[in-house]
């Protein structure tokens, strides 16, 4: 089983930075694969950034060139860098990990982008 909690979201302007951090209860290197997933109210979960244990990355087409996925294995924890935000990324961003055939989500942490 993997816990998965993050930290990070809050209020900013148009144009500002975030970092999501999602540090999880296990070793992460051989998980296969973690990620961003983000919702708002009366649309459906999407992912937004993944990383696989080769280290390979994938986005969104909305946020390439603007989002940076990372990982650190020594600290068991999952970075999302969001840079030149815009009000269209404010959702509840939710921690996401593959392990096993199971999925397994953090509580959620609101990012709110204010124009």
């Known amino acids: 089983q993997v816990q998965l909690v993050e930290s990070g979201g809050g209020l900013v302007q148009a144009g500002g930075s975030l970092r999501l951090s999602c540090a999880a209860s296990?070793?992460?290197?051989?998980?296969?694969?973690m990620g961003w997933y983000r919702q708002v109210p009366g649309k459906q979960r999407e992912l937004v950034a993944a990383?696989?244990?080769?280290?390979?990355?994938n986005y969104a087409d909305s946020v390439k060139g603007r989002f940076t996925i990372s990982r650190d294995n020594a600290k068991n924890t999952v970075y999302l860098q969001m840079n030149i935000l815009k009000p269209e990324d404010t959702a509840v961003y939710y921690c996401?990990?593959?392990?096993?055939?199971?999925?397994?989500w953090g509580q959620g942490t609101q990012v709110t982008v204010s124009s």
């Open positions: 996401n990990a593959h392990y096993l055939h199971f999925d397994y």
């Open positions: 296990r070793v992460i290197f051989n998980i296969n694969s």
């Open positions: 990383i696989i244990t080769g280290g390979s990355t």
